[in-house]
């Protein structure tokens, strides 16, 4: 399961870094815009980067809020959690602490790929 998270990974996280970059072939990332965290920080979710883990019925996703993007994991069960520093161990569950994170939330378990 851990080689599994660590290659999802590697994948979204280039999806994330695509969007700051420019490529010729590739299609920049889609970004929406969720609301204002508890924080004060605009929250964005990057559609490009919902991926169903088949295995536990959950989803991998970036997120930015501030100029933070994290990868992270949710059940679809009001809870998620965020991938470490080195990308491959994630830190305990969370509950959303804004109107924000709740719909960030709501839209990743909910989205259908075009």
Do not use: H
Request: glycine share 8%.
């Amino acid at each position: 399961m851990l080689k599994r998270m660590a290659s999802t990974i590697a994948v979204l996280t280039t999806l994330g870094i695509a969007s700051t970059s420019v490529s010729v072939n590739a299609a920049p990332a889609r970004w929406e815009y969720q609301g204002v965290a508890s924080t004060g920080e605009k929250v964005y979710l990057n559609l490009d980067s919902i991926n169903l883990d088949q295995r536990s019925r959950g989803y991998f996703f970036v997120y930015q809020i501030g100029k933070d993007r994290p990868f992270a994991y949710t059940p679809c069960d009001g809870r998620f959690q965020v991938a470490g520093p080195d990308g491959t161990v994630f830190g305990p569950f969370m509950k959303p602490q804004s109107e924000a994170t709740q719909k960030m939330l709501g839209r990743v378990c909910t989205y259908r790929a075009r």
